[in-house]
């Protein structure tokens, strides 16, 4: 079975504090996720990494960093925590199924397997 | 702007219920997935659909994907309280290179009661 762990699954934190957040997976995926959960927003992509040492934006990635320095490990850095980062963090890794050729194209598909998340609150 | 439109948003049924579960988009989907999540866990993985028109099962549970890969529903038949948590749907963008990036929907908060 995939395995996704995060390191915390809750932390409390000071407002202006350095953050680390991290996640580990044993499945040799070359995709890693972060995703922040909030209550009516659903899951909101923050930063992935396809390859060592290679990071994208993902949708909302200010006050966030990441750092990808192995391929098993991901980590997501808050550099000043501020209260509106309070959330569930999710971590998640993928890798590419492939699925054949159609149409003279080849098809695939990624399947995500989440750690089981960190509950983040910032006072 | 949500790409996945996901509807409801909360359900309370009673056990034995069958109920329905709707994910809508305008975008083409290479896939869709369907996940479920419990208070406190992340989210498990459910089913993956690729091809359009394409219905799996999962016990009492019956996933669609859309003929146009652009919409997929989840029903349940005969509900149990074990079915309860949050509903998921997610969609890798068809096109380009996406790195197995996905789009969430709002979620579905079902609860089923005894």
Not at chain 1, 41 to 60: H, N, P, T, W
Not at chain 2, 30 to 35: A, D, I
Request: aromatic share 12%; glycine share 10%.
């Amino acid at each position: 079975d995939v395995k996704v762990t995060q390191s915390s699954r809750y932390l409390v934190k000071r407002t202006g504090e350095k953050v680390f957040l991290e996640c580990v997976q044993d499945m040799d995926h070359e995709n890693m996720f972060w995703y922040r959960q909030d209550p009516g927003l659903g899951l909101r992509l923050i930063y992935f990494s396809y390859d060592v040492k290679m990071k994208e934006k993902g949708d909302i990635p200010e006050g966030y960093s990441v750092s990808r320095e192995k391929k098993e490990r991901f980590s997501l850095i808050l550099e000043s925590a501020s209260t509106n980062q309070t959330s569930m963090y999710l971590c998640a890794s993928s890798s590419l199924f492939r699925g054949g050729v159609a149409e003279g194209a080849f098809w695939g598909y990624t399947e995500a397997f989440f750690g089981q998340g960190t509950r983040l609150t910032v006072v | 702007t949500q790409l996945l439109e996901q509807s409801p948003q909360f359900l309370s049924i009673q056990e034995g219920e069958n109920l329905t579960v709707y994910c809508n988009s305008s975008s083409v989907f290479s896939s869709l997935q369907w996940y479920r999540q419990e208070p406190g866990e992340g989210p498990v993985l459910l089913v993956t659909v690729v091809t359009g028109g394409e219905v799996k099962k999962l016990k009492r549970l019956t996933f669609q994907f859309g003929d146009a890969r652009k919409d997929s529903s989840l029903h349940i038949t005969a509900a149990q309280p074990g079915d309860t948590g949050l509903y998921l749907c997610a969609g890798e963008r068809a096109g380009g290179t996406s790195y197995g990036k996905l789009t969430f929907g709002q979620g579905t908060i079902l609860t089923v009661h005894p």
